[in-house]
T-cell receptor, first 110, second 113 residues
Framework: SQQGEEDPQALSIQEGENATMNCSYK?????LQWYRQNSGRGLVHLIL?????REKHSGRLRVTLDTSKKSSSLLITASRAADTASYFCATDNQGGKLIFGQGTELSVKP | DAGITQSPRHKVTETGTPVTLRCHQT?????MYWYRQDPGHGLRLIHYSYGVKDTDKGEVSDGYSVSRSKTEDFLLTLESATSSQTSVYFCATTTGRDTGELFFGEGSRLTVL
């Protein structure tokens, strides 16, 4: 069964707008990660946040983690057409294995 | 770029035939994984390896076997392919047990007719 569930499943915005994706999970975790997948390609790691961290930044990305609510959010600021991709959260809760959610499809229109 | 190569990248086969997918890495990463990706299911873990000859099952391991005789190679075998195994298969690697960043291959698209 899936550990992480992303919301929304699909998101369409205009260039320059911010995009927010949410991830909920069920069990305690060591860390939570976000990945991006361009169409027809493999996944690429974006950012990792540990269970004792609440917020992390990387360039235009901001990730928050609320372990009390078992949820995380990924914010992409000032979106660009090149940000069009699927975004996945993944949780490490069993050591050595990452469990992925179903992903959010982001479309950024020029 | 962790130098992960999957082969074949595309394969069409018939029900009942055996299929082997290969993952080759050049980074000496200890952990290797096989995932499948299907619409509506995201990525699901099939099998993983934490060292040479050390493998374990993931959440969707039925119908699949794996082998790792060398650090750099992780093979996924479908002994008798079924149409439900039509999918895109991804190999991934990471360095250590405290699961950090995974590095993914480009995927192998398998169609079972």
């Amino acid at each position: 069964s899936q550990q992480g569930e992303e919301d929304p499943q699909a998101l369409s915005i205009q260039e320059g707008e911010n995009a927010t994706m949410n991830c909920s999970y069920k069990t305690s975790i060591n860390n939570l990660q976000w990945y991006r997948q361009n169409s027809g390609r493999g996944l690429v790691h974006l950012i990792l946040i540990r269970s004792n961290e609440r917020e992390k930044h990387s360039g235009r990305l901001r990730v928050t983690l609320d372990t009390s609510k078992k949820s995380s959010s990924l914010l992409i600021t000032a979106s660009r057409a090149a940000d069009t991709a699927s975004y996945f959260c993944a949780t490490d809760n069993q050591g050595g294995k990452l469990i992925f959610g179903q992903g959010t499809e982001l479309s950024v229109k020029p | 770029d962790a130098g992960i190569t999957q082969s074949p990248r595309h394969k069409v086969t018939e029900t009942g035939t055996p299929v082997t997918l290969r993952c080759h890495q050049t980074e000496n990463h200890r952990y290797m994984y096989w995932y499948r990706q299907d619409p509506g299911h995201g990525l699901r873990l099939i099998h993983y390896s934490y060292g040479v000859k050390d493998t374990d099952k993931g959440e969707v391991s039925d119908g699949y076997s794996v082998s790792r005789s060398k650090t750099e190679d992780f093979l996924l075998t479908l002994e008798s392919a079924t149409s439900s195994q039509t999918s895109v298969y991804f190999c991934a690697t990471t360095t250590g047990r405290d699961t950090g960043e995974l590095f993914f291959g480009e995927g192998s698209r398998l169609t079972v007719l």
